[in-house]
């Protein structure tokens, strides 16, 4: 088989690079680099099944020649900041609704068999009921969460009209090797690791009592892969979550890696941030149904997987 991955040399991207490339399909990448990482890009270049095109997918032009040939679509290349998103609505949009519809025209256009895209769980906002489930409505609290949820009705509309299978993953709070603690971006985990690795007192906003649903990188890329090859006909046009269905509060995860780090530095507490959601948690029922789902790795034992390689892997 032969994929495209977009966003291919950042951190979700090229862990499902690897594991394509393991069980000997061939795969290029399309990243423009504005994240993305050049090792990633040179971890592959030895292997005769990988190629890489550098560009955008806001350009049309480019989003079709990266799909000439390809059997499916994983595409992850997406801007990703909540913050960045409430300061640039105008850019966040171009790149995560723009460019996700210019992925999909170009994939129904190269005859591509199924394009699988990662949206969010942000697109549920601050609900009352969890877990989320599939069914709720949808209520974005930020431009970037009203990305993903834009991106979604694309899918659901190309499906629905165009003769090709679209299928939407929410991802839940991903964490795991390759995740940048460095960028502008970065998410809590390899904050908090590389903090506390380095004697330094991390911030918490908010109370930190609020919750999220992490989930270990093996298992996004475990997902990203059933939902192209094994996804049922009906799960063409819908979202799945994908989590680990695993409550656990801000506060209660910085203990959990100062216990695995031996560190007893305490965290800073600051005021809530736009944006942000409550809590989430995610049912995980659909997308075991739609293409069998099933996540193998915890919370705790990502965690450990993932301390050992900042620790390895920080300088």
């Known amino acids: 088989m032969k994929f495209l991955v977009t966003g291919g040399a950042g951190f979700i991207g090229s862990n499902i690079v690897d594991a394509l490339l393991a069980q000997g399909d061939q795969v290029v990448v399309l990243d423009n ?15 005769p099944a990988f190629s890489f095109i550098k560009g ?15 059997d499916y679509v994983l595409h992850e290349a997406a801007y990703i ?11 966040t ?22 394009v699988v895209w990662a949206s969010s769980t942000s697109v549920y ?28 009705m694309f899918a659901s509309a190309f499906s629905e009209v165009y003769d090709i299978s679209i299928v939407s993953l929410r991802y839940y709070n ?18 908090f690791v590389s903090m506390l690795l380095k004697g330094e007192r991390p911030i918490i906003y908010g109370d930190g009592g609020q919750t999220r649903d ?5 298992n996004i890329v475990q997902a990203n892969i059933k939902a192209a090859l094994d996804a049922k006909p009906e799960a063409s046009g819908k979202a799945f979550n994908i989590g680990c269905g695993e409550k656990i509060t801000i506060t ?26 409550r809590d989430s948690i995610a049912d995980i029922s659909a997308a075991r149904e739609g293409f069998g789902y099933d996540p193998k790795v915890n919370v705790r034992s990502g965690m450990k997987k993932s301390i050992g390689w900042y620790r390895e892997n920080l300088v």
């Open 56 to 70: 955008s997918i806001t350009d049309t032009e480019t989003c079709r020649n990266a799909c000439e040939g390809i």
């Open 33 to 47: 680099m504005s994240t993305g990482k050049q090792k990633h890009i040179d971890e592959f270049s030895s292997n």
């Open 125 to 152: 906002g601050n609900s009352d009921v969890l877990p989320n489930v599939e069914t709720m409505p949808l209520n974005p609290l930020s431009p970037y969460a009203a990305s993903k949820a834009a991106g979604e």
């Open 252 to 277: 209660e995860l910085f203990n959990m890696i100062a216990e695995e780090l031996q560190s007893d530095i305490t965290p800073d507490y600051r005021e809530d941030r736009i944006g942000d959601v």
């Open 214 to 218: 992490f989930v270990f990188i093996e």
């Open 81 to 91: 900041s909540v913050p960045g998103s409430v300061e640039d609505p105008v850019f």
């Open 174 to 191: 991903v964490f795991g090797r390759r995740q940048d603690p460095f960028s502008l971006y970065a998410a809590v985990i390899p904050i």
């Open 93 to 114: 949009h171009d790149t995560n609704v723009t460019g996700t519809a210019n992925v999909f025209l170009a994939a129904r256009d190269a005859g591509v068999k199924r």
